[in-house]
């Protein structure tokens, strides 16, 4: 079987970095795929940014930094380039800039799926897109 590329939303990072319940556990799970070799787990620098900034407000900035540390040790990163700024400027469908961005660096990362809690931001894309407990459900038990 494939190894199967996902790319993980700001907002379930910061669901982890914040221990936001009750999202967390299936949050969580999904990061622990990183470990997992039927995976690679992806995020976007955008994301990584984000998210810091909602722990350091929640937790401080050193504990903040730690935690993205960790995370980015973890994760593949994506990059973000003018290609990226040029596809999304040109796709009418895209209404969140940032969404966008992330959008096409997860293409570009040749993602089979995104994980967030706000489907409808990436209601244009041709990616699956799933919750973090449909993504456990779908690719990470075992049959």
């Known amino acids: 079987m494939p190894v199967q590329r996902i790319f993980l939303d700001a907002n379930i990072l910061v669901t982890v970095l914040c221990n936001e319940y009750p999202r967390f556990t299936a949050c969580a799970r999904v990061l622990s795929l990183a470990d997992d070799p039927r995976f690679k787990v992806y995020t976007s620098p955008m994301c990584l940014a984000i998210a810091g900034h909602f722990a350091a407000k929640k937790n401080g900035r050193d504990l903040a930094?730690?935690?993205?540390?960790?995370?980015?040790?973890?994760?593949?990163?994506?990059?973000?380039?003018?290609?990226?700024?040029?596809?999304?400027?040109?796709?009418?469908?895209?209404r969140d800039f940032e969404d966008g961005l992330e959008y096409h660096s997860?293409?570009?990362?040749?993602c089979t799926c995104i994980v967030t809690y706000d489907r409808r931001d990436f209601h244009f894309s041709?990616?699956?897109?799933?919750?973090?407990?449909?993504?456990?459900?779908?690719?990470?038990v075992k049959k």
Do not use: C, F, N
């Open 65 to 94: 930094r730690k935690k993205l540390a960790l995370l980015a040790g973890k994760l593949d990163v994506t990059t973000v380039d003018a290609s990226d700024v040029q596809r999304t400027l040109a796709d009418k469908r895209i």
């Open 126 to 140: 041709e990616l699956e897109v799933l919750d973090a407990r449909e993504v456990l459900l779908k690719y990470a």
């Open 106 to 110: 997860a293409v570009d990362a040749k």
